[in-house]
């Protein structure tokens, strides 16, 4: 299973830097699934898995009978909310150098999002790492991540302050957890609101700053919770985005 979806992983890498690599002015039409097959090296079985996964995240559409197209409203976005990605790799699609500060590894008690969100106890001991990413010179995020402390060294939890590596590298190194899906909730929020803020952004609170709030849940391969994070992103630097299928049914006329 997980060789299936790193091999899917390589190949749908390999059709978004096709697809980047094509010019539109001469035609948006992919070619067949037997010859991205033959390009790729890998069975339809998986090219057809691709192009399905790229036409729900708007990226491609299908017209029967005619054949797949690239969508080029999509290939203009570069932070696209239905996707997934480390914050590093968000912030160099958008041509601009990552950088990454560990603002502090701490241990505190459960309160009740982490009940909600971990399926942790009240007061059981959770770990938080608090990261503050850069594009370039400018701030664009801060983010907490919190996951049960559970058998982590105290040589373990060191770890984290190394910004090499996401602490999804850690945990699956560690515990050997790895995220497969998430849950995202989403919330416009100031600096006022969450005085925390200020600090990473480089604000003295005098004044009131708008940021999006994402809110997630990442599940391991058994569905199981086991990292809840907020992260506070500024929209003037990181511009979030969306494509989305309609999946309306229209009623016929008569």
């Not at 959770?126 to 040589?155: N, W």
């Amino acid at each position: 299973m997980g060789q299936e979806s790193s091999l899917k992983q390589q190949v749908k890498k390999k059709l978004m830097e096709y697809i980047q690599s094509m010019d539109l002015e001469k035609g948006n039409r992919l070619p067949s699934e037997e010859k991205l097959s033959t390009m790729f090296g890998v069975s339809r079985v998986t090219i057809r898995s691709v192009l399905k996964e790229l036409e729900m995240e708007g990226r491609i559409f299908s017209r029967h009978g005619s054949g797949t197209y690239v969508n080029p409203m999509a290939r203009r976005i570069a932070f696209n909310l239905a996707v997934p990605e480390l914050y590093e790799n968000i912030i160099r699609k958008g041509g601009r150098t990552p950088g990454v500060r560990v603002e502090g590894v701490i241990t505190e008690a459960a309160g009740e999002e982490a009940v909600s969100s971990l399926g942790v106890s009240l007061g059981e001991t959770i770990v938080a790492v608090k990261k503050t990413f850069f594009a370039g010179d400018r701030f664009s995020m801060y983010c907490i991540d919190h996951f049960p402390k559970e058998q982590l060294t105290r040589e373990q939890m060191q770890s984290f302050f190394n910004p090499e590596l996401s602490i999804f590298d850690y945990l699956y190194r560690y515990k050997g957890r790895k995220a497969m899906w998430d849950t995202m909730r989403i919330q416009t929020v100031t600096n006022w609101q969450f005085p925390e803020i200020n600090g990473p952004a480089g604000l003295s609170g005098d004044e009131c700053h708008p940021f999006l709030l994402l809110k997630g849940i990442n599940y391991d391969k058994t569905d199981t919770p086991f990292v809840y994070s907020h992260t506070y992103v500024d929209t003037e630097v990181i511009e979030y985005n969306m494509i989305r299928k309609k999946a309306y049914k229209y009623e016929p006329f008569y």
